[in-house]
């Protein structure tokens, strides 16, 4: 595969398990954002790679890596989601007093304030915000891995885009001060990818 992600010749194919390892950081990036906490998203990673290996014969030589790895991984998410919705987690409050941090300036601070509204988008939203916006998937590869049609993923990022922005309480055409080029691009409907 490609750096861009493209799919590479048929000639230039070889073990997909030699890949893996490239594509961990974006599968790491994404976890975190469904799973909201870092060693949920480790084991989620983990548990991913481990499918993938495992089924690495149902894996097309010459398709898109990186894009079957993600759809493992949400699946895997999903699965579990669904079988612990009704468990209570943290309730005697240690995940969330870990995560309570003073920011350190004001690049931290505006971090802070897009991951507290990040998370209170709906799972779907924030899904095809990472897919399409940080991870640089096409619609129509965020479409496939998602199993929803196009204009499903499309109006699911414009509606996540427009309520971060409420959130954030920016104004029309105002944009966010940051440097994480992942953010700005969930952030921006002028990045190409997201129209």
Known sequence: MT???QKKPAAQCGDPRDELVEHLPALRAFALSL???GASA???VQDTIVKAWTHIDKFQPGTNL???LFTILRNTFYSAHRKTRREVSDTDGIHAARRATKPEHDGRLAMNDFRAAFEKLPDEQREALILVGASGFSYEEAAEMTGVAVGTVKSRANRGRKRLAELLQLMDGESLDMTDSA???V???NNPLMR
């Open 187 to 189: 952030m921006n409907q």
């Open 3 to 5: 750096q861009s992600g």
């Open 66 to 68: 990186r894009a079957w």
């Open 42 to 44: 480790d084991d989620l």
């Open 35 to 37: 799973t909201r906490e």
């Open 183 to 185: 953010t700005l691009a």
